[in-house]
């Protein structure tokens, strides 16, 4: 059992890790708190079940387009409907909401309420310490880690990349030296919701895709962001594997219901006792 | 007293004179259910305003307030005489205000208003574990002192005395007070304006009432289960408020009755309910900033343009 | 901008006794009105749909009840008390309704089941297990006695799943038992039930959330504690995953119990072929359980283009059946009246025999209304319990031979 939770533990902590981080993306860039993130999520894996199953692509070309597809979308929405409010936060607080109650509801129409499968990619398991893993589990693992190393080394190499850690620092210097800050939201928005697609992709196969999936990625996400505090990679990743880390030794030790129940605790417990999260600068200033 | 207020007043008034006067010509109680039930979901939103359209903090967990008034009078009301029900309810609501305002406390805007999102999904969720005592999913069945007609007056009722708080508040200088510390809140505390103690009297103002409206519809589906406490629920109310028009004291009230009435004559089309809710509710946040209340006001100001064009 | 406050005032007042309007006017020589409830949306509620358009179209070619027909009137229940509630209302006095039938959800069966009762309509539920239900027949006979049920309630499943548990653990010599079920209230009988029969066999407890997706940790307990069968209740979307890790992980158990999403004709596909030697209760199944069941089976598979799904399609077409007989017996639609025929119902449906208990419930045991099992085997749902009725043999999963 102590293996189980090791290794879910770490799979969990990979994928939350990616939801965090495209969460912080936008977040820190443009202070925007988008809370249609899951509903991103959401279309991700929709889009991957329709591509396979009813239009018969195979899984990594339908994955690399549900991730495309989500990040352009996510683009757009930016710019109809965040773009003209940014003023005021609050409407786009809200305006993001209704996006993401929408989209559910659109999920709804089309798929029902009935929980959907997507085929796993690779099929079987292997046996890792008396317990037994899925190749799917693995893969998920796998591809965590490279799109963590790719998102690294984009922020830090890529002109994009700079131009993005600039306005997040500091939008209106980076303003006066020339940066256009409206494409670094751009740019900021497409990485955050493809980043929560790829989540969504990852963990498609081996959940199910059903309407209302995209609250607990909202949630998780700013779990870890609260904990782990912005502006501060290994912040994130720590802050993502302690979260993941406690649901499993809840799950496993005290009863899987109560799940959900400690990344609540972990939330408001951090709020009420270190707003400031535990490294990096907090979201309570 | 301003001409401004008078006509609010003259205004709310003659609507709900309307209301109480409808069971007069109606008597079909299908017809009278609906219109209970949007005057309860009226007063959730109006309650909900309180925080959210002066303040600013948009509550995505309102439907604590009024579960916990809902399921008070479902435990309550065979050990309690049925006047105590509904301060019962009441304080239970006042209870939850607090544990849900103090750690939110020192949070603003959109991270409060994540966080909010939390508690309904928790209680929910015990609702659910601690079967026993809730009923789980079956919930617990309610028999009300009130029912028919009755209870519709005592829904407008509670309407018209939420709407009374709405306006005391919007034009005394604590609505003032609210509302700078809703354009901003650094600059309130600066001029030294405890602002936590006010979004905490804003909590509990709108829990209260909340509180009350949650007995009134325990009595009026005479069940009460964890789907009040649902994110759906949640989401309604907000929708109604920003709809009506946030810090608009009538607007969502309006909201709530438009909605609700919108609903029901959906039913036709099976339920795209909250697909159009939300639409509905993006092409406002869009378009029209404060609801259907701006709408009348864009309606009035072309009819007075209309008028001043006739008059040359 | 007062202005426009009166205006929106007024515009309320005239457009809402406008809804009133839309009552239509009580036809005595019209067609019998049948209203119908469900969560059409989900499979259970299409199902009830389904198979009461199905029932409704045989009974009126065949000249209708009485020399009228029947028609049926939808309104849409949304899995909520709130809405089941103006939906019934709306069948009742907008509609006008002569009897309501459906429901699968038991907390919008007990919120609207006072409401039928108090304006002296039949409720005939085809779905819900709720105890609560008919204990209220017996409670309060005067009120209450225009319910009936086609369908058993959770103790009577509680009873049957025991028997067949038994039955598993004695033929195949396993006596190591662990239960994962969701916690709700329907439930709960059936997991007391267990509990004290299996007592020292019962090796491991899992209670999972209704709306859980991820049912990896249970099954790591579960395998842990050294389980031989898995007895799972899985109502809602977690038999989907269960299944899929079931397989993947190889954990050594044999499965049985009731799992909804097990029970739909797209599980193998769904599984991608994972399912074999899935076992699950399904009420409805191509077996012969009474002369008419496959016929039925066929029918319907015809005229849809898939197999019957839920429990509550042979329920509701039943259940039609046995309306349309009362009535006739009866010759009126005076519900006390209606009372007494259903009463003395002894109907041969697809279901088996229908008789109704003092609670108004079915009488269940092979000879009244069986309690079949399925297992998935090669892309097919197999009938294997009870051995009167099997269409086909057990087979254990693949790692475990």
Known sequence: MLVDIVIFGTIWGAIYTILALGFTIIFGVARILNLAYGAMYLVASYLIYTLVTRFGLPAVPAWLLAVAATAVAGMLLYRVFIFPLRETLGRVLIVTAGIAIFLQEVAVLIYSTEPRYVPTVLPGSLEILGARVTHQQ??????????????????????YGRELRAVAQDSEMAALMGIPVERSYLVAMGLSTGLAAAAGALVAPFLTVNPEMGWSPLLVAFTVVVLGGLGSLWGTIAAAFIVAYAEMLTAFLISPQLREAATFAIMIGTLVFRPHGLFGKGIVE | MTRRLALRYAGAAAALGALALLPVWVSNPYVLSVLTLAALYAIFASSWDILSGYIGQINFGHAVFFGVGAYAAGFLGPHLPALLVFPAGALAAVVFAFLVGLPCLKLRGPYLSLTTLVFPLILERLAFTFRDVTGGEYGIRVVPPLSGTGLYYAALGLLAATLAVLLAVSESRLGRTFRAIGDDDLAAMAAGVNTTRYKLGAFVLGAALAGLGGVLYAYHLRHVGPEVFGLFTSFSIVIMGIVGGMGTVLGPAIGAYFLTLL?????????????????????CVLFLPRGLWSLGEVLLRLARRRGRQAAR | MDRSAFVRAAALALALPALALGAPALAQTGPIKVGVIGPFKLTPGRDIREAATLATEEINAAGGVLGRKLELIFAETEQSPEKGKTAVERLLFVDKVDVIIGEHRSEVSLAVQPIIAENRKIFLSTGTASPLLSDNVLKDYAKYKYYFRTFLNANQMAEQMIRQTSDMMATYKKDRVAIIAETAVWVEPIVAALKSTLGPRLVALERVSTNAKDLSVELSRVQSANAQIVFAILAADAGLPFARQWADRQIPVLVTGYTVMAQSDRFWEQTEGRAQGYMTWKHGVRAPISPKTIPYWDRFTKKYG?????????????????????????GTLDSDALVTALEATDHVGVSGRIKFSKRHDPEAGPDFVPFTYIQWNKGEMVTVWPPSMKTGEFVLPGWLK
């Open chain 1, 138 to 159: 693995l893969l998920t693992l796998a591809v965590a880690v490279v799109l963590v190393a790719l998102l690294h080394l984009f922020l830090a190499r890529t002109r």
């Open chain 2, 263 to 283: 609903g029901e004559s959906l039913r036709e089309i099976e339920t795209y309910r909250l697909l159009v809710y939300s639409g509905v509710m993006i092409l």
């Open chain 3, 306 to 330: 898939h197999v019957p799904g839920a429990y509550t399609n042979f329920a509701t077409y039943d259940g039609v059946y046995i309306l349309v007989d009362a009535i006739r017996r009866a």
